[in-house]
């Protein structure tokens, strides 16, 4: 084999440490620098706004469903209130109607009134259904009420 005159720098394969330059900033990348950050501080801004008009209607949407369940709740107890009120008053009605279409009360009447007594036989009961049926009109409501109603609906 042929030698070669070439001699090797060991010094070159040697590990050495790192020299760290830094980097001096230039205006433009400076001007880029504090653009970037405004545009950060504008996009979390605009963030925390959205995230907070979304907490706020919630809670104010929380809050009239609260409102709404309440009235309705007290509408219905005050319509069990006046329905046990209308339903003693029946009762009472029904035993003062007894009372005073009483074979011995009607007997009294027609003495007083000159006639002659009545018999068993001349009595007729007529009977009505123990319940009545009523409805009521719906009222119509406007645009905004429906619309309103729809949306609350949709979250519902």
Same mark, same amino acid.
Request: hydrophobic share 40%; with cysteine.
């Given at each position: 084999?042929?030698?070669?005159?070439?001699?090797?720098?060991?010094?070159?394969?040697?590990?050495?440490?790192?020299?760290?330059?830094?980097?001096?900033?230039?205006?433009?990348?400076?001007?880029?620098?504090?653009?970037?950050?405004?545009?950060?501080?504008?996009?979390?801004?605009?963030?925390?706004?959205?995230?907070?008009?979304?907490?706020?209607?919630?809670?104010?949407?929380?809050?009239?469903?609260?409102?709404?369940?309440? #009235?309705?709740?007290? %509408?219905?107890?005050?319509?069990? =209130? @006046?329905?046990?009120?209308?339903?003693? +008053? $029946?009762?009472?009605?029904?035993?003062?109607?007894?009372?005073?279409?009483?074979?011995?009360?009607?007997?009294?009447?027609?003495?007083?009134?000159?006639?002659?007594?009545?018999?068993?036989?001349?009595?007729?009961?007529? #009977?009505?259904?123990? %319940?009545?049926?009523?409805?009521? =009109? @719906?009222?119509?409501?406007?645009?905004? +009420? $429906?619309?309103?109603?729809?949306?609350?609906?949709?979250?519902?």
């Amino acid at each position: 084999m042929a030698q070669t005159g070439q001699a090797y720098d060991l010094e070159l394969f040697r590990p050495r440490e790192h020299r760290l330059v830094e980097v001096k900033n230039t205006k433009k990348m400076e001007e880029d620098a504090r653009r970037r950050n405004h545009r950060q501080s504008v996009l979390n801004f605009v963030v925390y706004l959205g995230i907070a008009l979304a907490v706020l209607a919630l809670v104010g949407y929380f809050i009239t469903c609260n409102v709404r369940l309440t #009235e309705l709740n007290k %509408q219905i107890a005050d319509g069990e =209130a @006046q329905l046990s009120a209308l339903q003693s +008053e $029946e009762v009472r009605l029904n035993s003062e109607l007894a009372g005073l279409t009483s074979a011995e009360r009607v007997n009294q009447y027609v003495q007083e009134q000159g006639m002659l007594p009545i018999s068993s036989s001349q009595i007729y009961y007529i #009977e009505a259904p123990q %319940q009545d049926q009523v409805s009521v =009109a @719906q009222e119509e409501k406007g645009f905004l +009420e $429906e619309a309103w109603d729809a949306v609350v609906d949709f979250f519902s």
